[in-house]
């Protein structure tokens, strides 16, 4: 049998992924909470200002969701008023969705506050750390 003292306990506090995944959860909260979103609804109302009107399909791609979730936020968001999605005239097949009036403003609401977080979560940090901390984060996410 192997010794076991010299194998450190794993302590899921040091564990990087589960740190950025807290973090992320209170960043995600401090945001959503006052709106009545989940993440799921955020991501989909963030990505189609730069990319509406687009399909359903789209915004799988776009916020790295599976078809089912994007369904289930759609849905959620068109209940909301908050998008619309309609049939494609030429492809029936293909649901085309976009911000309505009431989505994007509160799009608007919502960055502001995602901005406020950020510069709040940041703002102990000086420029060059900031740039560092925004490199390695843009090298993590490029790791497939």
């Not at 049998?1 to 194998?7: L, N, P, V, Y």
């Not at 959860?25 to 990505?47: H, T």
């Not at 089912?68 to 049939?87: G, K, N, Y």
Request: glycine share 4%; net charge neutral; hydrophobic share 40%.
């Amino acid at each position: 049998m192997k010794d076991q003292a010299h194998t450190p306990p794993f302590d899921l506090t040091d564990f990087l992924p589960f740190q950025m995944s807290v973090i992320a959860g209170r960043v995600f909260s401090s945001i959503l909470d006052s709106a009545g979103l989940q993440v799921p609804e955020w991501r989909i109302m963030m990505a189609l200002p730069a990319h509406q009107p687009c399909s359903s399909h789209d915004l799988c791609i776009l916020t790295a969701m599976d078809a089912a979730r994007v369904s289930r936020a759609q849905r959620r968001l068109e209940d909301l008023q908050m998008i619309s999605v309609v049939r494609d005239k030429d492809d029936r097949r293909r649901l085309v969705v976009k911000l309505s009036d009431k989505g994007a403003m509160e799009v608007s609401r919502l960055r502001n506050a995602a901005r406020d977080i950020e510069t709040r979560l940041l703002g102990g940090l000086g420029p060059e750390d900031r740039a560092n901390l925004k490199t390695t984060i843009n090298e993590l996410y490029d790791i497939r």
